[in-house]
């Protein structure tokens, strides 16, 4: 039984005794946790709802959590979230307290749901996941397929109050890149990007391609390109136009930092790959990145040296502490960059 399935039978109130919901995509977790909650009498949520810091929790609150009965519902739902037991962390739990918890899953009470979450990866080899996934469902909240994705994104499009044709939801999904294999985009990404798409637009309106252009992150990405291209040609007035544009479109200068970063770490791994005679896709492969991006990594290596590279990676570094402590103003930091490798 796949998400979906699952969170259908919880909205239907068809609800089993024990979940365990995980993964990076934090949208899917929190949606589950709406599912759960629309279950329960708003009016006493209060007494048949506990959501559990798992990382601060111990034995007797949690078993008198789980135990307590519902009132004026049929059920209680119990939430505990990053349990430290499904993370490889011993804080408040002993060996004694895992065993009786193991043992305990196989008699929670009828009249209580309880649900794990972890934001993140598990390790199933552990006895206290294998034995929820032996007596309740597990459930991995990964990337959705391309067809869920499809449907998603034209749903959210759809609800931000915008017309949205098929072919320009295709070009939407394919800018955004979260069907990439290096790509740490979530859903929760990408309803940003459609609620700025979508406040852009305007309600009533049709998205068109150039406003997805205009306002997805590929569209940065590609800015980016540009702006070290030009600082490698030595064209500082160019930069300078680039980056005042990425500003004024509302991006910030610590994450226009970041994604320097990111590519001339990229340079220097693919220029160390072209060494040992790769090509471009094979390059890309290996660095797991798209291989337009592993096209222009290669094309830029020819504009610095290893030294150079080093040099400005050690700028970076130096700007961004000297940014979050307050040492220096951000624009005058980057500002400061252009001029000095341009």
Same mark, same amino acid.
């Given at each position: 039984?796949?998400?979906?399935?699952?969170?259908k039978?919880?909205?239907?109130?068809?609800?089993? !005794?024990?979940?365990?919901?995980?993964? /990076?995509?934090?949208?899917?977790?929190?949606?589950?946790? !709406?599912?759960?909650?629309?279950?329960?009498?708003?009016?006493? +949520?209060?007494?048949?709802?506990?959501?559990?810091?798992?990382?601060?929790?111990?034995?007797?609150?949690?078993?008198?959590?789980?135990?307590?009965?519902?009132?004026?519902?049929e059920?209680?739902?119990?939430?505990?979230?990053?349990?430290?037991? &499904?993370?490889? /962390?011993?804080?408040?739990?002993?060996?004694?307290?895992?065993?009786?918890?193991?043992?305990? %899953?196989?008699?929670?009470?009828?009249t209580?749901?309880?649900?794990? &979450?972890?934001?993140?990866?598990?390790?199933?080899?552990?006895?206290?996941?294998?034995?929820?996934?032996?007596?309740?469902?597990?459930?991995?909240?990964?990337?959705?397929?391309?067809?869920?994705?499809?449907?998603?994104?034209?749903?959210?499009?759809?609800?931000?109050?915008?017309?949205?044709?098929?072919?320009?939801?295709?070009?939407?999904?394919?800018?955004?890149?979260?069907?990439? !294999?290096?790509?740490?985009?979530? $859903?929760?990404? $990408? /309803?940003?990007?459609?609620?700025?798409?979508?406040?852009?637009?305007?309600?009533?309106?049709?998205?068109e391609?150039?406003?997805?252009?205009?306002?997805?992150?590929?569209?940065?990405?590609?800015?980016?390109?540009?702006?070290?291209?030009?600082?490698?040609a030595?064209?500082?007035?160019?930069?300078?136009? +680039?980056?005042?544009?990425?500003?004024?479109?509302?991006?910030?200068?610590?994450?226009?930092?970041?994604?320097?970063?990111?590519?001339?770490? $990229? +340079?220097?791994?693919?220029?160390?790959?072209?060494s040992?005679?790769?090509?471009?896709?094979?390059?890309a492969?290996?660095?797991?990145?798209?291989?337009?991006?592993?096209?222009?990594?290669?094309?830029?290596?020819?504009?610095?040296?290893?030294?150079?590279?080093?040099?400005?990676?050690?700028? &970076?570094?130096?700007?961004?502490? /000297?940014?979050?402590?307050?040492?220096?103003?951000?624009?005058?930091?980057?500002? %400061?960059?252009i001029? !000095?490798?341009?």
């Amino acid at each position: 039984m796949d998400y979906k399935d699952i969170i259908k039978n919880i909205n239907d109130n068809k609800m089993e !005794k024990l979940y365990f919901f995980y993964g /990076k995509e934090y949208f899917l977790i929190d949606n589950a946790i !709406k599912a759960f909650r629309g279950n329960l009498n708003e009016s006493m +949520i209060d007494f048949n709802l506990d959501i559990i810091d798992g990382r601060e929790t111990d034995i007797a609150s949690l078993i008198s959590s789980i135990e307590t009965l519902p009132f004026m519902d049929e059920r209680k739902i119990v939430i505990i979230k990053d349990f430290e037991l &499904l993370k490889g /962390k011993k804080k408040n739990f002993s060996d004694s307290d895992e065993k009786y918890l193991v043992d305990y %899953i196989d008699n929670i009470p009828e009249t209580t749901t309880i649900v794990f &979450l972890v934001y993140g990866d598990i390790d199933k080899r552990k006895s206290f996941v294998k034995k929820i996934n032996k007596n309740g469902k597990l459930v991995n909240c990964d990337k959705l397929s391309d067809m869920d994705l499809f449907k998603w994104t034209k749903k959210t499009f759809e609800n931000s109050g915008v017309i949205i044709d098929n072919p320009q939801i295709m070009h939407f999904i394919e800018q955004i890149g979260y069907k990439d !294999k290096s790509s740490e985009k979530t $859903l929760s990404d $990408l /309803k940003n990007d459609i609620n700025k798409i979508s406040s852009f637009v305007g309600k009533g309106n049709t998205v068109e391609k150039d406003a997805i252009d205009k306002l997805t992150e590929k569209k940065i990405e590609n800015d980016i390109f540009k702006l070290i291209d030009n600082i490698g040609a030595k064209n500082s007035s160019s930069a300078m136009k +680039i980056l005042n544009d990425m500003i004024e479109e509302g991006e910030s200068v610590l994450g226009i930092f970041a994604m320097i970063s990111r590519q001339f770490k $990229l +340079i220097i791994q693919a220029r160390g790959l072209q060494s040992e005679k790769l090509s471009s896709k094979s390059i890309a492969d290996r660095l797991k990145i798209h291989p337009f991006v592993a096209g222009k990594a290669l094309k830029q290596t020819s504009n610095f040296s290893d030294s150079e590279i080093t040099e400005i990676m050690n700028y &970076l570094l130096d700007s961004d502490y /000297k940014i979050k402590n307050g040492l220096i103003r951000d624009t005058l930091a980057v500002e %400061i960059f252009i001029g !000095k490798y341009c």
